[in-house]
């Protein structure tokens, strides 16, 4: 919600409030434009993903990509902007978690679900994940996927989107969430 500075004291005394943050910004960096190949002595795993329900939370997905031919199943927009991804990096984590074309993905044959938090310039709020995250427990989804980051001072477990990933995972959510693109720094 919105609402003037000088009443956000009045709330956090309220015996009701267990807090209140800031709607911070969230942003992604531009997807990796070069490539490495590596060798593999043998096969390390035959899951495929059949069946599984994957949400991806970013700047969208790209629904005609053939890499994701009729399996993506649900589209969602947090932004105004239109499930689609203008921007790229929605659609290079999804090919990462499920695409299935000439490099396939770890769950080439799940089904995604299309939860666009970040605008088309890859930008966008702590609610507009909480609200994507809120989402996808409701939709059931097995595995939730952030690869989005803010900075924050409260690195602790006690930040309102990893109170909010705590809660996923006890409704049997597995999540997924990027390491940090703009570390090592604090606060990333």
Request: glycine residues 10%.
């Amino acid at each position: 919600m919105e609402i003037p500075i000088e009443a956000v004291k009045h709330l956090e005394n309220l015996d009701f409030v267990e807090s209140i943050e800031e709607d911070k910004p969230m942003s992604v960096e531009p997807p990796a434009t070069g490539s490495e190949e590596f060798e593999t002595e043998e096969e390390t795993s035959s899951y495929d993903g059949e069946g599984i329900r994957i949400a991806v939370l970013d700047t969208g997905i790209d629904n005609n990509h053939p890499a994701f031919q009729d399996r993506i199943i649900d589209n969602k927009d947090f932004t105004g902007d239109g499930p689609h991804d203008e921007d790229g990096h929605g659609t290079h984590v999804a090919g990462i978690a499920a695409g299935n074309g000439e490099y396939p993905g770890v769950a080439p044959e799940s089904f995604l679900k299309n939860i666009k938090v970040l605008n088309d310039d890859g930008e966008g709020t702590l609610s507009d994940a909480l609200a994507g995250l809120d989402y996808a427990i409701e939709k059931e989804v097995d595995i939730a996927v952030l690869s989005l980051g803010a900075e924050t001072d409260n690195c602790k477990g006690e930040y309102m989107l990893s109170k909010a990933v705590d809660e996923a995972v006890k409704q049997g959510v597995a999540v997924s969430i990027s390491a940090g693109n703009s570390g090592p720094s604090s606060e990333t």
